[in-house]
């Protein structure tokens, strides 16, 4: 029973991670930015979640409405793609990749400035509505309810995702964007609006994240870059750009990380490390990313 609860430990982290990643895996395989701003997006969004959920239980005069929960949720998601607006609002006054990359640093590093101005340094957490507090059986040992319910969202979402990128039209225009921009715009296509609102879903999906980890794991000033160095690992493992390669890459993140922790704590990062050292030491571009 120990193996499948670490087991399915590593299911709901790389299940978050999936989440996370995604958004991230979306933005820059239209934009081609390495947008280390990423993690700012999940923390803000999960503070403003909080804050939301905060009200709304004090307005209905309740801790653990499912209601006020899901109005965090939302809001977190429209705070991430607020953000996400910002950004590229931002980049469009900077030329070049190293620039725009060191512009999304210094967002990210305001962000936590700000959150640390409003929010303090202590950690909060969302609560967790009534219906996913109590444990379930599973497989005949007794697990969380709420880390099967992240696993369920991200699979929703992966599912929402692969529809849209692979079954619609707006899917198509965003895959030919990706190979050949200028010829998509010479089609008539408002590449500019394409750009935008990819932004937007990432950061809505990172938001999201945001606020279903913030009541998963603790959110303190220091959450952003924790996220977006774990976030980088998923996608460098899985390849940038590669929606496929962001969940099997957050698969594998999140199982490495959960039995590292149980038997080699004190390894847990070299662990992580190592993982995506022997990856890209077969497969420089990642399981399933492309050569340029």
Known sequence: MAILQIILNGLTYGALLFVVASGFTLIFGLARVVNLSHGAFYMFGGYVGYSVCVWAQHLMQTRNSGLAWTAGVLAAGLAGALLALVLSWLLKAVKGELPQTLLTLGLAIMVGDICLWIWGGLPVTLAVPRALKSPVEFFGMMYPTYRLFIIVIA????????????????????????????????????????FLSIFLLGGFLTGIAGAIGGSYLALSPGTGFQILTVALFVVIIGGLGSLLGSGVGALIVGLVDSFGRVYFSQFAIFLLSATVIAILGFRTQGLFGRKE
């Open 155 to 194: 699979v929703a979402i992966a599912a929402l995702l692969y529809f849209l990128l692979f079954w619609s039209q707006f899917g198509r225009l965003i895959r030919a964007g990706v190979d050949n921009r200028e010829m998509v715009s010479a089609l008539g296509v408002n590449i500019d609006r394409l």
